[in-house]
């Protein structure tokens, strides 16, 4: 028998995190079972909408680990436990994309939908009658938005801007040159959350040093760039939760409507994904030099796959604690996927199995 070969030191891994409202409830799941996992160090995160609502959740429940280290089971369970409050949150609220009907409800004198299964359509119809004649500053004059005093109660982001937290990078569309606008660091405060998070047909744009913001979505789903240029990592783990492939092809207008959206908020991030794949087959030519400014990256994924695909996209917008947990379940259940695949051994902590 020979002695086991001590482990090599787990490499650390960026992590970029896809919007797509309710549906970012599969990235918490992703989020949680990572963080189960003894010995993963995390280099940065970016994240779009609901993914910057993540990033600054785990971010801040990471708060104190040193940079360079895997952080404590203490901080491990902290993330855990800020990214579930937020969550259970987001179902009492009506979720973070369906924060339209809380809204409704309260334009409408706080009118309940009556207990019956035609309530909630009863109400999103309503919503969808009133949404052409409409804008969001008429039918929200005081820019009423449930997810500010959730997250003013849950993440602190003063201590998100010091020097020794997790480094977060939250992508907003600037709503005249229609760019992406990344803020981090002194920049990452509640209304560059909110501006991640706006939808720009219920919410007023949020404002920013004189300058419109809407959800980053548009413009970086999200920003990979940050992570490279700032971060230490050579890995980044994007969590993807708009579907990148269809079975069929859309054929009623709902489902084409649905596709159209998708291929929009994926477009940043498929575009961002083939320029790192064009350095990198660059550097393996000899025509680019690693270490002068470039760096070969190693992208890994996780997606929902057909369990996301089969969900309609107006679920995104769906008020319902059940379908919350359902999507944490498979979120949960994709990360221990590719936890057990060859790809995630580099980030692992766990001795080297003893050769015979």
């Known amino acids: 028998m020979t002695t ?43 994240g779009a909408s609901a993914g910057a609502v993540n990033a600054v959740a785990l971010a801040h429940g990471l708060h104190g680990t040193p940079t360079g ?40 004198g706080c009118w309940t939908p009556p207990p019956h299964p035609l309530g909630a359509p009863m109400l999103q119809s309503m919503q969808s009658a009133l949404a052409p004649w409409w804008s969001p500053a008429q039918m929200n004059p005081l820019d009423f938005n449930p997810l500010r ?23 907003a569309t600037q709503v005249n040159t229609g760019r992406a606008e990344v803020f981090s660091g002194p920049r990452l405060n509640l209304a560059a959350v909110l501006a991640s998070t706006c939808l720009p047909t219920v919410f007023q744009a949020v404002e920013i040093d004189g300058q419109p913001y809407w959800d980053g979505g548009y413009a970086a789903n999200p920003a990979l760039r940050p992570l490279i240029r700032e971060g230490s990592a050579c890995d980044i783990l994007v969590v993807q939760i708009n579907p990148s492939q269809r079975r069929a092809a859309p054929q009623n207008q709902t489902d084409i409507v649905d596709r159209i959206g998708e291929l929009g908020f994926n477009a940043s991030l498929l575009a961002q994904w083939q320029g790192i794949e064009f350095v990198n087959r ?25 369990a996301l695909e089969a969900l309609p996209a107006a679920s995104k917008m769906a008020a319902d604690g059940a379908l919350i947990g359902h999507l944490f379940t498979l979120g949960e259940q994709a990360a221990t996927r590719w936890l057990a695949s060859p790809a995630a051994a580099r980030f692992s902590a766990r001795p080297a199995d003893t050769a015979p």
């Open 282 to 306: 660059l550097i393996d030519r000899g025509q680019l030099r690693e270490g002068h400014g470039y760096k070969r990256l190693h992208l890994h994924r996780i997606e929902g796959g057909e």
């Open 149 to 171: 005093r959730l997250l003013e109660q849950e993440i602190d982001f003063e201590r998100l801007q010091g020097a020794d937290a997790l480094r977060v990078h939250v992508s």
């Open 4 to 46: 086991p070969l001590p482990s090599p030191r787990p490499k650390p891994l960026s992590l970029a995190l896809q919007g797509g409202g309710t549906h970012g409830a599969f990235t918490w799941g992703v989020l949680d079972r990572l963080l189960q996992e003894d010995g993963l160090v995390l280099d940065s995160v970016s």
């Open 69 to 108: 280290q895997a952080p404590s089971a203490e901080h491990r369970q902290a993330a855990r436990q800020t990214l579930r409050r937020i969550w259970e949150g987001v179902a009492q609220l009506g979720s973070l994309g369906g924060l339209t009907q809380g809204l409704a409800q309260w334009m409408l």
